[in-house]
Nanobody, 125 residues
Framework: QVQLVESGGGLVQAGGSLRLSCTVS??????YAWFLQAPGKEREFVAA????????YYGDSPKGRFTISKDNAKNTVYLQMNSLKPEDTAIYYC????????????????????WGQGTHVTVSS
């Protein structure tokens, strides 16, 4: 049974940092990604990474502040979030897909077949 389990969310003050984790079990995938969904908004691409750890891809809003990485020994994908802003408040989801994907495809939620349950991140001002 495939499972993607996110953790690491919580409440943080603006300017602070959080590291989200996504532990994957059941099988391996070619690409892993993080998406966010703010209240009342559509799901938005944050970052993606190939199973080997390279290359990485980033959406527009978190570029320069967030870093995606992967620890294959732990079957875990991380999202390091720095300089957090109140507008980063959202539910963050981990996702996975197999096969070759272009960079533009990786930014689309429909590309991914497997999703975690999400972890809440709240950034206070």
């Amino acid at each position: 049974q495939v499972q993607l389990v996110e953790s690491g969310g919580g409440l943080v003050q603006a300017g602070g940092s959080l590291r989200l984790s996504c532990t994957v079990s059941g099988r391996s995938f070619t690409y892993y990604a993080w998406f966010l969904q703010a209240p009342g908004k559509e799901r938005e691409f944050v970052a993606a990474i190939r199973w080997s750890g390279f290359p990485t891809y980033y959406g527009d809003s978190p570029k320069g502040r967030f870093t995606i990485s992967k620890d294959n020994a732990k079957n875990t994908v991380y999202l390091q979030m720095n300089s957090l802003k109140p507008e980063d408040t959202a539910i963050y989801y981990c996702a996975a897909t197999s096969g070759y994907r272009s960079g533009s495809q990786l930014g689309v939620s429909g590309t991914y077949s497997y999703w975690g349950q999400g972890t809440h991140v709240t950034v206070s001002s």
